[in-house]
């Protein structure tokens, strides 16, 4: 989910949203399935895709991430859930949830490209969002 539909969980769903979410889906497949800053050492040579998601699966630090960037909810009042604290950090930031390793060419793969460059415009979108209109879609934690 987008972080706002998080963050403000009455707040309706729009295609912005739905677009946010596609970057997630992304980076979630960036963290599974290529060498990353959250990898673990690989051993030398070559690795097919099932070998990196074999080792990510063991890699409790990759898990933590996963987790907190994905998974955290925090109970609300009248049946809602909020999260999202993690996303908004990194939209607050210039850093990326998951730097991906260059390419055997020793160049930024197309996805860390894709990555960077959806991330700078969803930094752009969420500048130009007025927070205070979004508070009505703001639910107290329990």
């Known amino acids: 989910m987008s972080t706002l539909c998080l963050v403000y969980p009455m707040k309706p769903q729009e295609v912005a949203d739905d677009l946010e979410s596609v970057v997630y889906i992304l980076a979630r497949m960036g963290l599974r399935f290529h060498k990353h800053s959250h990898s673990v050492k690989y051993s030398p ?20 991430l996963v987790s907190g960037f994905f998974d955290v909810q925090i109970e609300c009042e009248n049946g809602y859930w909020s ?32 990555l960077s460059t959806l991330y700078g415009l969803l930094r752009q979108h969420y500048g130009a969002i007025n927070y205070t209109d979004l508070e009505r879609f703001w639910v107290q934690r329990k």
């Open 45 to 64: 040579g070559s690795q097919t895709t099932d070998d990196i998601r074999k080792i990510n699966a063991t890699n409790e630090d990759l898990a933590t």
């Open 83 to 114: 999260g999202g604290t993690m996303k908004k950090t990194f939209l607050q930031s210039t850093g990326l949830p998951v730097e991906l390793s260059e390419g055997p060419d020793g160049k930024e793969t197309p996805l860390a490209a894709l």
